[in-house]
Each structure stands twice: as C-alpha cells, then as structure tokens.
C-alpha cells in the first residue's frame, strides 16, 4: 500500500490507501463493512444493498461539442449537459470528503500497452476496492511507481443518491460517462459491475478511434499456435461454458479488443455468474473463487460459511470476481494472434436455426449488428411462448457508436486476417421450445472443435432458404439428420411458420440500424 494525495481533485481526505493487497482488503472490509464475511473456499463474501444489478435506465452520457457528433444517442446513450454532470460531479466529491478514509485503484484497461488506458478508481468500500484490484490489470510495483496521471478517473460515491430534483435525473442512482474529460461518477448505486462497465463504455468510445475493436466476448486460443478464436454471445448462449475449454487457452472471458497485432483482454479478471455453480458443472470457475475473489450477494451457512449457490433469496444476479491467473489454462499475458473464426453464439428457442452454419462478410455484420437470441417460455412472468431478444453487437448496453461502426471495424478485421464466421446455435432442435429439445452439449462441443481443427471450413453446405446462411451439412460426432433444423421438426408446416415467424421478428428488429449500413448488409438478413 502506498500514500496518494488527490487535492488536485478536490479530494481532501488525508487518509487515502492506494493499491492495498487483498488480505489487507479483507482485513478492512470485516471491520467496516456490514455483513462482509469470508466463505469457506476463501473468497470475501460482499453485498451491494438494494442494487443487484446495474442500472441501464440511469446511465448518461455528457453531450459535449467534441463528442457529440460521435455518440449514437438514444436509450443507451442518453444526454446529460455538463451543467448537470458538473452538479453530479461535486455532489460526489463532497460525498467522498466527508469519509474519514479512501480507496484508490491505480491499474490497466487492456493487456496490450501500446493501447491500455490508465485507470484511477476512487471509492469509500474495501469491497468496491478488491473488486476492482480484481477486475483491472495489476501493475507492477515499477508500474506503479511511475504510474503519473491516470486517462479516466471513477468517481465511486454509491453510498450517496444522487438528488432527484436535478433535471435528467429519473431516480436516486445516476451513473455519468464524461467522454470529454475522462472521468465517470456514480450515485445511489453500489453494485459492483457499473465500474467494471463503465471502463468497457470507455474502451468502446476510445478504441474505434484508434482503429480497434472493442468487443463484447470470449476469446480463446489454441496452446501450439498463436491464433485465436472470439465467440460472441449473449446470457444464456454458452459463452462462458464453451470458451472454459482446457483443451484451449484462455484469453478472457467478457471484453477483448482486436487491433492490427491480434487480440488482447481488456481485463485483468474475470465475473462470472455464480447462479447453481457447481464443481461438476464449471469446475475451472468454482476452484477459483477462492482467496482473493468476491463472491457478490450470495446466502451462505453462518456457521460453516459454507455457500448455497442455489438460493437466490436476495438475486438472481449472484456473481464471482476473481483474477485470471486462478484459470489454470489462462494464457498470461492474455494477448494472441488475429482470430481464424470468429463465432456468433445464439439460443434460438424457436427451433428453426441450424446447429452451425458459415456467414459472409455480409452476414456477419447483419448478425453482429442484430445480437440474436431468445427468452425461453417460462423463465419470465408473462412469457408463455419464446420471445427474441436483440442486443447490436452483443453488448448493446456498453456501445456509445452507432452499431454500424463497430459492425465496419469487424468485417475489415475479417477481411484483411481471412477470419471464418460462424453462427452457431445452442437452443432447439425437433421444434420450438416446450416441444423440441435443447441441443445436447457434446454436440455444440464437437462442433466447436470442427470450427477450431479447421475441418467445418470445408465441410458441404446447403443455402437456408429463409436466412441465407451456409448450413454445415456434416460435422464429425453430431449427427446429419440435426444439422438442418427442418428435418428434425414433425410437422414441417409447422418450422416454416416459425421460421417466418423469426425472419419477421429480424427484419423489424434491423429497421432501426439501417440507416447506418450498406445496401449489402441490408440484405443480408433473412426474408420473410
């Protein structure tokens, strides 16, 4: 731990702790922090009071005459003047001055230095403090000597609503991006995940400038080769299982970016969803939120301290942060070369896409634009049949251009590196939801496998007559007859109305980003 002095923003607390080792975290956290304790495996269990999950709603961006022109507004980005970010700004920092002690984080955004951000976290919560040191990309006692001026800071005053009565104000909690002058504040929320998103909101602003991807998903490479493999996904989809595959090694699990010397992770940790987690079913996740992780929001035994991840009692957002060097197949530091496949992950549970088809150029930014997958009947109060869900670029929530740009990005990317792009989905098959069954995960496993050996590149296929894919018509270890949906189905009347059904649900979906793409890429969706 080191001293810092923050007068110069206006920060007067004399007692600021810089960069503490975990053990002291914990150390702080027990005593501080209501209802911290330290489970069984070792991890600090923590909690983030009445916000469980971020607050997307709250979010605002500062509309300033440098960036304005920049930023896709609307209900993801949405306007705030810096009059009211100034107001935000200072309510935060008298928040912060009346603690008796702080914490700050001085750490990295991005594995390549060529391009990682420097990042000051301050914040009045060992919890938010370990989080962090967790989830950012530690420095080196050198680098942090010689760490200067950060490139954003994160103001953290969570503990301290922001006041409702200013305008653009729609709750207590407020989250600010200021693109401008670098610099994020958060009020009346203390869960965890707005710092780490907010980091990927700014990557995603500064990385396209600069020619880089940024990208929400999970790469993966090969342990004899320095090529890599991305996959994109939404929840649900299978990322976080298919990318934990020790036969590969792990780049990261959530934000990478892709530059012209290869990929590299934005993060220095991983957060996983810790919802029913077992040793059974994600062994390398499990053995890692040990010492030195947070368990975030999660019912344990009072007196053994042992965890029950199945109770949701308090959320169904349950998670786990720990560092990526407790992954044993991580690859440190977690940079690889160009991506050979780039795979779109979707849970169709509508049951009419194929197991794995190949995209064009195209394609592949008409499904990266369009982030398809689908509710499952069931799951939601009112959800009685399966409902599509739409997410541009797989991570619409942390975009700040328009979706087309990062779509541009992608198809040069794939283009100048000769990647292969694949859509592949983990849902349905013999019939929609309620009727067909999901598709068994050794099957989804070998296909990943025929994507990863190079095999699926010159395996047959067939045109969907409905979405235009390449449908793979063989893949070692799945059976032909599931590879096209339509055979698979009883009534085959029945998978032509729910395909139409589907077709319609994308090209409604795709009518608000049109305006920002090629003639190509709008057709290159699906007809009704």
Request: glycine share 8%; charged share 25%; hydrophobic share 35%.
């Amino acid at each position: 731990m080191s001293k810092i002095d923050l007068k110069g923003l206006e920060i007067e607390v004399e007692d600021i702790r810089r960069n503490m080792a975990p053990s002291t975290l914990y150390e702080e956290a027990i005593r501080d922090e209501e209802d911290a304790a330290v489970a069984d495996s070792g991890a600090l269990i923590a909690y983030s009071g009445e916000k469980t999950g971020r607050s997307p709603k709250d979010k605002r961006v500062v509309e300033s005459v440098h960036s304005k022109d920049d930023v896709w507004w609307g209900p993801i980005n949405i306007p705030i003047e810096d009059r009211i970010y100034r107001i935000n700004l200072e309510r935060a920092k008298d928040y912060l001055n009346t603690r008796k002690k702080l914490y700050v984080v001085d750490a990295f955004a991005g594995w390549d230095p060529k391009y990682r951000l420097k990042i000051r976290v301050i914040c009045s919560r060992p919890y938010h403090a370990l989080f962090m040191h967790t989830m950012l990309i530690r420095p080196t006692p050198e680098e942090l000597k010689d760490f200067g001026d950060p490139d954003v800071v994160i103001y953290n005053a969570g503990r301290f609503p922001a006041n409702r009565h200013t305008p653009g104000m729609t709750s207590k909690t407020s989250v600010d991006v200021n693109l401008e002058d670098r610099e994020m504040v958060i009020l009346g929320t203390e869960y965890a995940g707005e710092m780490k998103k907010g980091v990927f909101t700014m990557m995603n602003y500064y990385m396209p400038k600069q020619g880089v991807l940024s990208m929400h998903c999970s790469a993966t490479s090969a342990p004899d080769s320095d090529r890599s493999s991305i996959l994109f996904g939404l929840s649900g989809t299978g990322k976080t299982t298919l990318s934990a595959d020790p036969k590969r090694m792990l780049i990261g699990d959530d934000e990478h970016c892709w530059s012209d010397d290869g990929i590299f992770n934005i993060e220095g940790g991983c957060y996983a969803k810790a919802i029913d987690l077992t040793p059974d079913n994600e062994p390398e996740i499990f053995q890692a939120l040990r010492f030195g992780a947070v368990l975030e929001n999660v019912v344990y035994d009072k007196e053994d301290h042992h965890v029950d991840f199945t109770d949701t009692s308090i959320t169904q957002n349950t998670r786990g942060a720990y560092p990526i060097e407790f992954i044993g197949n991580a690859k440190i530091p977690c940079v690889a070369g160009h991506p050979s496949d780039v795979i779109f992950l979707t849970c169709d549970a509508f049951g009419v896409l194929p197991p794995v088809s190949k995209l064009t150029s195209a394609q592949a930014m008409y499904h990266f634009i369009s982030g398809y997958t689908a509710k499952i009947a069931g799951t939601e109060v009112g959800i009685t049949e399966p409902q599509a869900t739409f997410s541009p670029c797989f991570g619409g929530p942390f975009l700040v251009w328009h979706p087309g740009k990062y779509a541009e990005l992608l198809a040069e990317k794939l283009e100048k590196h000769k990647a292969n792009v694949w859509l592949v989905n983990t849902g349905w098959t013999g019939g929609a939801y309620g009727e067909g069954q999901r598709i068994k995960l050794k099957y989804t496993r070998a296909i990943i496998d025929a994507i990863h050996d190079g095999t699926l590149a010159s395996a047959p296929t067939a045109v969907d007559p409905v979405f235009g894919v390449h449908v793979i018509q063989e893949c070692q270890n799945v059976p032909n007859e599931i590879l096209t949906p339509k055979s698979t189905w009883k009534n085959p009347a029945d998978y032509d109305k729910s395909a139409s059904k589907l077709a319609s649900l994308f090209i409604e979906n795709f009518q608000k980003y049109t305006s920002g793409v090629s003639e190509e890429v709008r057709k290159a969706g699906p007809v009704a």
